[in-house]
């Protein structure tokens, strides 16, 4: 899946005057997954809530959930877990 690329400030990564296009499933996953419910106002059931997860509100169903909120965005995920204050993501290419 093909799209312009932002780096990690949201900002378009731009070279030479021109806007960067690239795979995009990486840089989409980690914005749902960072995202609150709710935050994307034209499907206000995605949102991964990833904080709440790192600061310790535990869920045992979130990597399921996230996984299939990622496949219905066309992304499959191959792995997928919270470990300390990081959350571990691996695509399927």
Not at 11 to 21: A, K, N, P, R
Not at 29 to 46: M, Q, S
Not at 81 to 89: F, M, S, T, Y
């Amino acid at each position: 899946m093909n799209g312009i690329l932002v780096d990690d400030n949201g900002d378009m990564m731009i070279t030479g005057g021109t806007v960067q296009i690239g795979d995009v499933r990486e840089q989409c996953a980690r914005h749902l997954i960072a995202a609150w419910t709710g935050e994307y106002k034209h499907a206000p059931a995605l949102g991964g809530n990833a904080r709440r997860m790192i600061a310790g509100g535990h869920d045992p169903f979130w990597a399921g959930r996230i996984k299939e909120q990622l496949r219905q965005c066309h992304i499959d995920v191959e792995r997928l877990r919270v470990k300390g204050d990081n959350v571990e993501l691996s695509i399927k290419n």
